[in-house]
Every structure is written in C-alpha cells, then in structure tokens.
Nanobody, 123 residues
Framework: QVQLVASGGGLVQAGGSLRLSCVGS????????LGWSRQVPGKQREFVAA????????KYTDSVEGRFTISRDGAKNTLSLQMNNLKPEDTAVYSC????????????????WGQGTQVTVSS
C-alpha cells in the first residue's frame, strides 16, 4: 500500500492552532481519497477527516467538525489539516493515508496509516 508522511505537529495551548501537512509520491495522491486519523497510545485509532480525489467532498468526525479543515493540493501532492480552537482531548499522534474513497477511509486498518506527527494540546 501507499504510505504517506505527516509533519507539522507540536505543542500548543488550548484554543491555539496548528497546520499539519502530509506528503507522498504522485502515485500516492492521484485518484485517491486522502484522510487523517489520530491515535492515543493504548487506545483505538480514530478517524478524523477525509477528502475526495476531486476535493469536492469532505467528511469529519463529529468532535472536530467546525474546528478542523482538510484540504489537498494536487499540483504539489500535499494534504493539509488546519486545526483551530484546539482542545486537550485533541492530543494524539496524527497520521495520513490514501484510500479508494471516503467511506473506505473511515475504517482503514492501522497498516495503511503512514508515519505520524505528535500533537499535544496543553490546558
């Protein structure tokens, strides 16, 4: 499977913002839906957001709706996640992945998610 590499994580205070990026080869992006998930050590991975190949459709988990925005740049083969109004419960390792469609993205196994980036939100 295609694996992508996430970056842009860090330490931020509650209410702050971070922008995550994900890069991969052209093959990794062309024709695929892209998405983000997060995982806290010892807990199940949680789907966060996904965007269709065209960029015309997006899906968010309820807890980030209205605070996070997913976007993609086909020309630069990059995927982004703008995270605003961050909360301590957003603390996790965030990873990105490619899938055939948004529906598939929401249930991808751990093997499909690339190297993640740590996001820590302090209260």
């Amino acid at each position: 499977q295609v694996q992508l590499v996430a970056s842009g994580g860090g330490l931020v205070q509650a209410g702050g913002s971070l922008r995550l990026s994900c890069v991969g080869s052209g093959r990794a992006f062309r024709g695929y839906a892209l998405g983000w998930s997060r995982q806290v050590p010892g807990k199940q991975r949680e789907f966060v957001a996904a965007i269709s190949w065209s960029g015309g459709s997006t899906k968010y988990t309820d807890s980030v709706e209205g605070r996070f925005t997913i976007s993609r740049d086909g020309a630069k083969n990059t995927l982004s996640l703008q995270m605003n109004n961050l909360k301590p419960e957003d603390t996790a390792v965030y990873s990105c992945a490619a899938a055939n469609n948004i529906a598939t993205m929401t249930s991808l196994s751990d093997d499909y998610w690339g190297q993640g980036t740590q996001v820590t939100v302090s209260s």
